[in-house]
């Protein structure tokens, strides 16, 4: 799901899905090149992202991005997953951290 997140708003090279994954996170996981890419190989066989081939500087690059099949995906479990899991520009946080946040507002 973090990888279809990720390409929710625009389509990106792989390097960049990796550094977007790794600024997202906040050190709270490794993200391995060597994940990434498998990844999103499966996503594209199962029809969630379409890649292409672009010259970005003067290299090719694969960029992926989100189809609406893929965009369904994300929305339907993605949007039930909120009230267990928050994710925002500072990282993923698990239930019992919003629940421990909860507490302390009040």
């Known amino acids: 799901m973090l990888l279809l997140a990720v390409l929710a ?29 498998p990844a999103l190989h499966r996503l594209e066989h199962q029809g969630l992202v379409t890649s292409s081939w672009a010259v970005v500087n003067g290299r090719s ?32 946080k698990s239930h019992d951290q919003m629940t421990a946040d909860r507490r302390c507002r009040g």
């Open 61 to 92: 690059r694969r960029t992926y991005e989100i189809t609406a099949v893929g965009r369904d995906r994300l929305n339907g479990p993605f949007l039930r997953l909120q009230g267990d899991a928050q994710l925002n520009t500072g990282g993923i």
């Open 9 to 37: 708003d625009r389509a990106l090279h792989g390097y960049a899905i990796v550094e977007a994954l790794r600024q997202s996170g906040s050190d709270r996981f490794e993200v391995s090149e060597r994940a990434v890419y």
